[in-house]
């Protein structure tokens, strides 16, 4: 009976272990983004993806378990608009920088925690932006970034 039972176990994760590895490759794959890359004003430089769709802007850097110092995500809108963001499901502190279509800073708001549970709170700059960049918590600090300040970077064509 054990043997059967042995046999039975190692037939189903046999079975089920592929799915999972799959499923993840999946969605990987799914919510890859393009990369470039942001200079700040002092001339450090930064990998970020780009969230250029519906679907990415929606998914932003949910569920990731870190995010490191030299890393983020830049939001792209075709129009400007004073584009609130919230940290559902977003398990790293961030700061958030509102960008002008020159790309220059025109809000921001630092170490803001990520929510997990309901209700999560809304950001929302006092200007309009084309952009936003969300960077690890005390990056704005570190790097003494504030409103009016350039950023630089290129978008691929599309």
Known sequence: MTRYLIVWCVWILAA???LKIDAGAELRNSVKSELTTV???NGTRIQVELADTDEKRARGLMF???LARERGMLFIFSEPGQWSFWMKNTKV???ILWLDQKKKIV????NIPGCVG???LQYQPAH???YVLEV???????QKLARGMQLNFDLPRR
């Open 93 to 95: 502190s961030l700061d």
């Open 39 to 41: 200079v700040y004003p």
């Open 64 to 66: 990731r378990e870190q």
């Open 107 to 110: 809000d921001l708001a630092e």
């Open 128 to 130: 309009e932006a084309t």
């Open 118 to 120: 309901e209700p999560c």
């Open 136 to 142: 690890p918590a005390g990056s704005v600090g570190r």
């Open 16 to 18: 089920v272990l592929p």
